[in-house]
């Protein structure tokens, strides 16, 4: 399944839309298996030939940011695994659908 298929690029609110928001749509949910990183995407838009998303990323550290496209499926875990999408995510309100942090 690739990364960004035409559902969710069609869908995705341009970057900076969404940054006076106090409750931002969440799309979609990358993630690399057996780790715990993810990506929570709540914007995006073409930048030249890739593609710059915005969103909230829980890894090492929590906190918002840019990712690119090529960035994504250039990645590779220590096993040799790929970041995938989560094709069961619902998109929603980004306190209903990322985690709360352990305190």
Known sequence: MP????????????LLSQEAVDEPIVYARYFLP???W???VTEGE???EDYVFFGFVAG???EFGLFRLSEQESITGT????IEIDSNFKEGKLTDVVPAPDL
């Open 3 to 14: 990364l960004l298929s035409d559902d969710l690029r069609n869908c995705l609110p341009p």
């Open 34 to 36: 057996d780790t715990g």
């Open 38 to 40: 993810s990506w929570y």
């Open 46 to 48: 073409p930048e030249d």
């Open 60 to 62: 090492i550290e929590a």
């Open 79 to 82: 096993s040799g695994q790929k």
